[in-house]
């Protein structure tokens, strides 16, 4: 029996019709009756009873339209099962960026560099539960339930106050974040859990912040503040160094201002994403001065 004749078959069983079966295979009327007689004879068994202009199944026919049912299903999700397999042994590593993402895309870049024949797929999402590798924040809106089959390392990261070089401020070793409530922030768009982290700072000591400008680059906001149009916060190694003369950088003495950053390994059974989850938290580690927490 070839696959071939028992899908012509099964169509013909499922159409009850030769010509309407056909049209519906795409093929010749006299190809397909020809490929079902050839299945009769090779089982020696008849598959079908004329009915007028149409055919219906004999007993053994039926009995063979039941049993291809079940087979011809599995037949079709086997390319999907197999596209499933190789990802899970191969080069597809899914990562979700829910925090820390300038520096998470930085590092994938140079993981890149480094073994190109990987391919990444990036989410941005807190409800996506799908993906080989997160990096997210300590908010409970955030942070997933981690199962005990994954893997996941926690780094803590120090958030310090950005002020004009030429401001009052950056003439302080430290500051209290009440003393900056009558000033405008400059902030960086998009990052929601930031936002919202800091923002608890601030409702900690009394003040929403007032939001002069938002904008989705940090050397952006970085320069802004350079330019005395505001103060911001910044996190002390996610968004790299300072770099400028401008703008000086404050540890903030009340309230503890700092985040917790967790990386997290969803896909234990890939080689290839646990390879890569330990790069994230060997150079995460590296960058912030930390052994996991």
């Known amino acids: 029996m070839e696959l071939t004749q028992l899908k012509y078959f099964y169509a013909a069983a499922e159409c009850g019709h030769i010509t309407k079966a056909a049209e519906k295979l795409h093929i010749a009327q006299p190809a397909l009756t020809q490929s079902i007689r050839r299945l009769e004879n090779e089982l020696g068994v008849k598959l079908f009873v004329r009915k007028g202009r149409s055919i219906a199944l004999s007993r053994c026919g039926d009995y063979l339209y039941k049993q291809l049912g079940v087979v011809l299903k599995t037949l079709d999700r086997i390319p999907d099962e197999l596209m499933k397999i190789s990802e899970l042994e191969g080069k597809t590593i899914r990562v979700n960026i829910i925090a820390a993402s300038l520096l998470t895309t930085e590092l994938i870049i140079e993981y890149k560099r480094l073994h190109p024949d990987i391919k990444f797929i990036l989410h941005q999402s807190e409800d996506d539960d799908c993906c080989d590798c997160t990096v997210s924040t300590d908010l409970p809106e955030y942070l997933p339930n981690i199962p005990k089959s994954c893997l996941s390392r926690s780094f803590s990261e120090e958030i310090k106050l950005a002020v004009p070089a030429d401001s009052y401020y950056s003439k302080l070793d430290s500051i209290q974040l009440s003393d900056t409530k009558d000033n405008g922030f400059i902030s960086l768009s998009g990052s929601k859990p930031f936002h919202t982290i800091c923002e608890a700072f601030c409702r900690k000591v009394g003040f929403a912040p007032e939001l002069v400008f938002e904008s989705d680059s940090p050397s952006t906001v970085r320069g802004l503040i350079g330019a005395g149009m505001g103060i911001g916060f910044w996190p002390s190694y996610t968004w790299g160094d300072i770099n400028t ?6 540890p903030i003495s009340y309230p ?10 969803n896909n234990t059974e890939s080689p290839a994403t646990c390879e890569f989850y330990e790069f994230l938290c060997r150079r995460f580690g590296e960058i912030s001065g930390q052994t996991e927490e």
């Open 256 to 265: 503890d201002c700092r985040r917790k950053l967790t990386v997290i390994c």
């Open 245 to 250: 003369d401008n703008v000086v950088l404050l």
